[in-house]
């Protein structure tokens, strides 16, 4: 599913933010990865999701090399994967309903099965109420709220979440990991970038480490034979 094989990403001549990251993660996964700031965990789900291409070392992203896929392919990749940014990334001008079909809507969805699809994940991450608002009339946590329910509203193969309960309180936050968990259920591959170690021990998942930018630990690398 995904390969990271001595991986390396530097920013600057010499100066890297990933050195030599190894490790797999097998389809229906959930894994989170964790580290201080500035460990690392943006760079890799951006290489994950080929916004960035590595300076060394091969990443398959379901069987295909990220670095060589021909840009005509890269839209399909991205479809296959439901990303939750830091930032949400949520366009102001549009509403919540807007937002969370938007790609439904470039892949030929009609009115009917966009509402039909945008009322179900909406539900599900408790803002059914608030379809028609714009981002700027929502709170934080409501905002990353719609970035969730526009990530999974596509059924992804896997989905990438960077600190996606850094704005919510705690309850709205375990209600978005058991959302998370419930996805995972039904087959999608989850990888969770988070600072929250509270929820990282109470979830009983594979965590990756970084630290500095290198592997730190992989608690999954044994049961999955890997070489880090
Ligand atoms: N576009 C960029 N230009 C230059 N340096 C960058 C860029 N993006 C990231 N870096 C550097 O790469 C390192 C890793 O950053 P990254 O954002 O991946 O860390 P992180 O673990 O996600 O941190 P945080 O938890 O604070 O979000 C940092 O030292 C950062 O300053």
Known sequence: MIRFYHVYQSYQKDV?????????????????????????KTTLLKLIIREEIPKKGQILVHGQNVSSIPVNKIPRLRRSIGVVFQ????????TVFENVTFVLKTLGIDLKERRRRAH?????????????????????????RVAVARA???DPVLLVADEPTGNLD??????IMNLFEKINRK??????????????QRMR??????????????????????EN
């Open 187 to 200: 087959g999608t591959t989850v990888l969770v970038a988070t600072h929250d170690r509270d929820m990282i």
């Open 120 to 144: 179900n994940v909406l539900k599900m991450v408790g803002l059914q109420h608030k379809t028609h608002f714009y981002p700027l009339e929502l709170s934080g946590g409501e905002q990353q």
């Open 16 to 40: 890297f933010a990933l050195s030599d990251i190894s490790f797999t993660i097998n389809p229906g996964e959930f894994i989170f990865l964790t580290g201080p700031s500035g460990a690392g």
């Open 152 to 154: 999974i509203v596509n």
């Open 87 to 94: 930032d949400f990334k949520l366009i102001r001008n549009k």
């Open 205 to 226: 998942k594979r965590v990756i480490s970084l630290n500095a930018g290198r592997l730190d630990h992989d608690s999954g690398s044994q049961v999955h034979g890997e």
């Open 170 to 175: 705690p309850d709205r936050a375990a209600d």
